[in-house]
């Protein structure tokens, strides 16, 4: 028992690291969740966009897109002819999108040559600048087709123009109800505790492990005690499981106190897997601290190998945007396996969770946990016999 109690007391006396880790995953983790998060309500919403055009065509044509473009989008000035300082604005949020009409455009049209084509820049591809290319073309597009169907230059504009703006009116919004297109809050809160919760457990749980390696003194009154080698490890493997269930089910219920309005039915699904990730994190503590009793290396080996797991397993940057080299070395990490959790529970209905694909996720979790404890147990023992 007196080996329990000291547990508790060293992890206790790292309750700054514990305060700084936990307010990071609190504030960034709540920021990331919301800026993510995707509802069946508002999956994309079309929206009225800031750009600036450049006109060095000056025809019939040219003008007739600058004045659509005014009448439905916000058109600005880009205040330089540059094409790298427009890109640059762009790139800054200056506008949102830019358009530079060449020289001869409107009779490269006309003709239908493909010269003198108009240049598009945006930030990136989201679904409002595609969308906008889009309605450009098809404005282009249809005055040709008026005009090779008998219609002047002027009547192909003007009966474009009308069509495209009274089209323009009518908004486009995508609902889409399938679970699998949609990132919930509570997902990219768990996710960033994959991260968060690793730290504090690997830092604070390690450390107070190698407290008692570090005093000698300690360490050799322990070792001739009449605990056996079995009792004390069990004791301290107690001991930071408590601690580890109560970090867990504070994180879990401040994720819930932060939903708001995006909680689900979810939760306890999210819950269970972050209780198993729990046990994952105490074994990566345990094994760090039977391989050395030095602090700043607990808190290089944690910061090396959790930061690096974060990247390679989705946390920090979403699967879909990695290799799939990356993605196949992951799969030896169990940090993958927790976010692989996290997006089956996000994208299966409630009532189908409960399956062999997520069990199966689980079980490797537990199975990695497992790992890392009997190394940790393998090196203890170890070190007694050979008092290192």
Request: charged content about 15%; glycine content about 4%; some cysteine.
């Amino acid at each position: 028992m007196s080996v329990f109690k000291a547990i508790i007391k060293s992890i206790r006396s790292n309750m700054i690291n514990i305060i700084v880790y936990f307010s990071i995953f609190a504030f960034f983790g709540n920021i990331t969740a919301r800026a993510n998060v995707t509802t069946t309500d508002t999956m994309f919403e079309e929206v009225t966009m800031k750009v600036a055009v450049t006109d060095y065509d000056n025809s019939n044509i040219s003008k007739a897109v600058v004045s659509y473009l005014k009448d439905t989008q916000k058109v600005v000035d880009p205040q330089t002819e540059d094409t790298q300082t427009i890109n640059d604005n762009v790139r800054f949020g200056i506008y949102q999108y830019a358009i530079i009409i060449p020289e001869g455009f409107g009779e490269s049209l006309k003709a239908g040559d493909g010269k003198n084509e108009l240049e598009y820049i945006a930030p990136g591809t989201s679904a409002s600048e595609y969308l906008l290319t889009q309605k450009i073309n098809d404005y282009l597009n249809d005055i040709v087709i008026y005009m090779e169907n008998g219609y002047t230059e002027n009547e192909a504009i003007e009966l474009t123009h009308q069509q495209m703006v009274k089209l323009n009116d009518t908004k486009a919004i995508v609902n889409d109800k399938s679970d699998e297109n949609h990132r919930s809050f509570y997902t990219g809160m768990f996710t960033f505790n994959g991260y968060s919760m690793m730290m504090i457990l690997c830092i604070c749980v390690s450390t107070a492990l190698i407290s008692f390696t570090k005093d000698k003194d300690v360490s050799n009154r322990i070792s001739v005690s009449g605990m056996t080698f079995k009792k004390r490890n069990f004791a301290i493997i107690g001991a930071v499981a408590l601690f580890g269930f109560v970090l867990t089910t504070v994180v879990i219920l401040v994720i819930h106190l932060a939903s708001g309005e995006y909680a689900n039915d979810k939760l306890i699904y999210y819950a269970i897997n972050a209780y198993v990730l729990m046990f994952v994190g105490l074994g990566v503590a345990y094994l760090f601290s039977t391989i050395t009793s030095s602090e700043n290396l607990i808190n290089m080996l944690s910061n090396m190998f959790i930061i690096s797991m974060s990247f390679l397993c989705g946390v920090f940057v979403d699967i879909q945007f990695l290799s799939e080299s990356i993605i196949k070395a992951a799969h030896f990490l169990p940090l993958y396996w927790y976010v692989a959790a996290i997006k089956f529970i996000n994208n299966t209905a409630t009532s189908k969770i409960l399956c062999k694909q997520f069990g199966m996720y689980l079980l490797i979790e537990i199975l990695f946990a497992f790992a890392f404890f009997a190394a940790g147990m393998i090196i203890s023992k170890k070190k007694e016999q050979y008092a290192i």
